[in-house]
């Protein structure tokens, strides 16, 4: 795999869907859950798609529930759960695995590219945030105490 649109991952309703749909878009990945200390992000990441929305960048969300069991819920239920507490309108993804011998294959290709501290290729906790370019390779690599309204400049420089 080459680049990020070669990947594909199943919708929060179940359908699967190519990342090849986006394309030409920078992206903002991220492993979130609903009940983790960080949840508040979603609001930022929302904010972001908004600024955005007329520009060639996605917000992806991928829950997971890997970190102290903090994303329980079926996706119908985290679906109603964003859309309600939050008005999330960018594309959810069904729960993933970021870690581990079931990951994702999006996520072994994501730490592959951009490793964490001290050259860890684990995703730490919720809300780590990967930035790819327009051309599907990533270019940064954002830990989950960093708010979304701080990666902002980055996203600009891409689009």
């Known amino acids: 795999m080459t680049s990020v649109y070669d990947f594909s991952a199943k919708a929060i309703d179940g359908t699967e869907r190519s990342l090849e749909a ?20 979603y609001k930022g990441l929302e904010d972001l798609h908004r600024q955005f929305a007329d520009q ?23 679906a109603t759960f964003c859309s309600t507490n ?6 959810l993804f069904d729960k993933v695995e970021v870690n581990g ?6 996520y072994a ?11 860890s290729k684990a995703i ?10 327009r051309e599907g390779r990533v270019v940064a690599r954002y830990a989950p105490q ?12 891409l689009i």
């Open 56 to 78: 060639p960048f996605e917000v992806l969300g991928f829950p997971c529930n890997q970190f102290g069991r903090q994303e329980p819920g079926m996706a119908d239920e985290i």
């Open 22 to 41: 986006f394309r030409g878009h920078a992206l903002l990945i991220v492993n979130t859950a609903s009940k983790c200390g960080f949840t508040g992000q």
């Open 86 to 91: 939050f008005d999330v309108s960018f594309p």
């Open 146 to 157: 960093t708010e979304p309204s701080a990666i902002a400049a980055d996203i600009e420089k």
């Open 101 to 106: 011998p079931n990951r994702h294959p999006l």
């Open 124 to 133: 730490k906790w919720n809300f780590t945030k990967f930035l790819t370019d």
């Open 109 to 119: 290709w994501l730490t592959e590219q951009k490793k964490g501290f001290l050259g």
